[in-house]
């Protein structure tokens, strides 16, 4: 839409009118505006799936890879293939703004949401935050770049002040948004935090430089309930308030206009640019006319293909002895041991979660590889994290309609039902209600499969019972001790009781809880069977290891040790883990480790396995896609996109705990990989690192394209060439030679790296510059072009209020990871030259 009729439509409307189009009109919807043929715009969260407006189970989403594993692919191709898998999900649930990437760093192995980031790089998390973006967009839906800006931990999330120094704030933290920005990104969410002195949503950081120097045209948006005033926010770049009706904004902002303290064309522009956003996504008609939603864009791989496909893709191989692939024709028992191979954390916990339609587990996709080869074993090994919800994992029925299931009901204040319905799970967190509700009600009858002291929770907050065929378990009153919107509304404590129960024997669970204002939206009811002897688990799937010939041990976090809201208090595997690998390995040499979690975790048994592979939060399709890396039918083509340490305490960045609510990024340029190069240590896996199932050479570089003349050299010498700085966009290409040495076809990911020895000002000991992929056969030659961009040589000047280039030499390193770059060279920057915005 032309800028003149934007300027036309917003002369129809009233000061009241524009005001009130700028708060949401319900908590995840925008609000109409008639006057000018504005619809609403429909919001959902993401980057898993699309949830939709409700926080239904029967209401199911595809779930891709978490962020983590996207990061981890090193692939924009694909992962703009699986954006517009997330468009077409957009489309059919009429969801017109997609709420993700999550644009934030793995600062600190700490993070609770490692899972919902892509990586510790800002290079690379900015190509692959702009390749979703385009996916996402290329189909008429909104992206949205979260959270704007060093949102990059969970303690004190609603309130902690960041400091960071500009220089870092502009390399580091806001690159990954100007490369969104740069991608066309529709909307940009200024997080619940402060930087430097201003709550973000406040932040003169929201108009410089991104409305102002990035030329950003598109909506800043609210994160939810993360607007406290009136005026500041408003004259701030903050465009759109949500979650609505309620809103600081609404009469008090009119007021605040008619007093003169907040500019009607502040209130325009913010105006100007939600039109603009309706118009992007088809909810802007100026006729009146229906607004049809264009069809689901067409996926030839398939939905299911596709994020099969994802999960070998972004799966990082980080030890092998030469055990995997497995040769199915080979192994006549495979045992598969561990909780997670038959119940995975297919995503991270917290705001994000969808509610898929099918999980393939691991243990499931492994036996339907080896169906009619081998024999699969399953032992569970010892149990994990709390009683899952109802219906999850215990057989239990609506006691009304008999159906697998819980009946939901509201009861008045005198008890009376207002409202009953069959739902599908104990976790109900947006369960209808009416005016007149005193208490939401879930109950089932729970038929235990096995005999024993089971565990049952209730979860929420307020006055709560839970009972056991009216046996009380649970009785008392439990205040909210927190804000925390995931904590109030997705993921509320839960309190336990205990019961003994015999096999086969069914009783009736009723959980209540009393509605009162403040206390949230959810309400959580979990059971849980009697949890074997952690040592008698251990021994048992040793025991199944022994007489297998492979064993394939799962491992991985909970969601109480990794998600939104929280972040980690240590990195250790929780519970008996770390027992049960060294015990299976201990058994039977050919011991294959899979570990399932978002983001980083201590593997002191990662030398005495015979391999270890990472699959991240791998999605609906994971055990299929790990079935198919481990009998070798897909390459694990992941690389991490993290640095891994071996123990939490060789970390050389770890705070995420602010002091009297201030968090300073003291460590400056240094995260991750730099922060270990800084201080000399070396990581049980660099940043980077991903074996294949072939091996590479690294054989011959070449530096062309904004440089003079073309050089050359090999893995032993030193190449050179001058930068001139003279190509159409200063850019210059690392050309590399590198061979396959297996015996099998393959890919690689050839990284390059800058360096600036003698640097007038401080620098990263080196720093990621580009990336390419390239496959071959065996035997076969491949040459790998790295497009380097001019900002690679650039650094912010604070003095110069610019970005500059200071002359003389950087070297050009070429390698599979940063701590393995067996190629070398120099480029020459040749004259100083300062890049103002």
Partial sequence: MKEEELARLLDKLDLRQ???????????????????????????????????????ERDTSVLIPSASALGAMWDEGLVERLGGLLAAEARRKGVDVVLAPTLNLHRSPLGGRHFECFSEDPELTGRTGAALIRGIQAHGVAATAKHYVANDAETERLTVD??????????????????????????????????????????????????????????????????????????????????????????????????????????????????????????????????????????????????????????????????????????????????????????????????????????????????????????????????????????????????????????????????AEHRLSGRQLEPRVDAEAHTVEISALLLPATGGEWTLGVGGFGRMTLTVDDRVLVDGVFPRESDDPAVVHVNPPCHYGSVRMAAGHAVRVVARRELVPGSGRATLVTAGPPAPDP??????????????????????????????????????????????????????????????????????????????????????????????????????????????????????????????????????????????????????????????????????????????GEVSGAASGEVSGAASGDGSDGSFTVVVRVRNTGGRRGREVVQVYLARPGSSVERPHRWLAGYAAVEAGPGEPVTARVRVPARALRHWSAADRGWRVEPGAYRVLVGPSAGELPLAGTVEARRPRTVRP
């Fill in 18 to 56: 524009k005001v009130r189009m700028l708060t949401g009109a319900t908590t995840w919807r925008t609000r109409p505006e008639p006057a000018v043929g504005l619809g609403p715009m429909t919001t959902s969260d993401g980057p898993a799936g699309v949830r939709g407006e409700a926080w239904d």
């Fill in 162 to 419: 960041v400091r960071v120094d500009e220089r870092v704030l502009r390399e580091v933290y806001l690159a990954p948004f100007e490369a969104a920005v740069e991608a066309g990104v529709r909307l940009v969410m200024a997080g619940y935090n402060g930087v430097n002195g201003a709550t973000m949503t406040e932040s003169p950081l929201l108009t410089e430089p991104l409305k102002g120097e990035w030329g950003f045209d598109g909506v800043v948006i609210s994160d939810w309930g993360a607007v406290r005033s009136t005026e500041a926010s408003a004259l701030s770049g903050l465009d759109l308030v949500m979650p609505g009706p309620e809103s600081t904004w609404a009469d008090a902002l009119v007021a605040a206009v008619r007093a003169g303290t907040v500019p009607v064309e502040a209130v325009d522009d913010k105006v100007r640019r939600l039109l603009r956003l309706a118009a992007r996504v088809g909810a802007l008609d100026p006729l009146g006319a229906p607004l049809p939603h264009p069809a689901p864009p067409p996926h030839p791989d398939g939905v299911r293909p596709l994020l099969r496909r994802a999960v070998a893709a972004s799966a990082v191989l980080l030890r092998n002895d030469g055990l995997l692939p497995l040769d199915p024709d080979a192994v006549r028992t495979v045992a598969v041991i561990g909780a997670h191979a038959a119940g995975p954390r297919t995503q991270g916990g917290g705001s994000a979660g969808v509610f898929p339609d099918t999980v393939t587990t691991p243990l499931e996709g492994i036996r339907a590889a080896l169906a009619g080869r081998a024999r699969v074993v399953h032992a569970p090994g010892p149990a994990l994290g709390e009683p899952p919800p109802l219906g999850a994992a215990a057989e239990c029925r609506d006691p009304r309609s008999g159906l697998p299931g819980v009946l939901l009901r509201t009861l008045d204040a005198q008890g009376r039902e207002l409202y």
């Fill in 535 to 708: 040592a008698s688990a251990v021994a048992e799937a040793a025991r199944a290891a022994r007489g297998a010939d492979t064993a394939v041990v799962f491992v991985g976090t909970t969601e109480d040790s990794e998600s939104e809201g929280q972040d980690r208090t240590g990195l250790a595997l929780p519970g008996h883990q770390d027992d049960l690998v060294r015990a299976v390995a201990a058994a039977n040499p050919r011991t294959v480790v899979v570990v399932n979690a978002g983001g980083p975790v201590e593997m002191g048994w990662r030398e005495e396995v015979a391999a270890v592979l990472l699959t991240w939060f791998p999605g609906q399709e994971g055990g299929t896609g790990i079935a198919d890396v481990l009998l070798g039918r897909a390459e694990p083509g992941g690389r991490l996109p993290t640095t891994w340490g071996a123990v939490l305490d060789d970390a050389p960045v770890t705070g995420t705990r602010p002091e009297n609510g201030v968090l300073g990024y003291t460590e400056g340029l240094h995260i991750g990989y730099r922060a270990w190069l800084r201080e000399g240590r070396e990581p049980a896996y660099w940043f980077g690192h991903g074996l294949g199932y072939t091996t590479w050479a690294y054989e011959e570089m070449a530096v062309s394209g904004a440089v003079s």
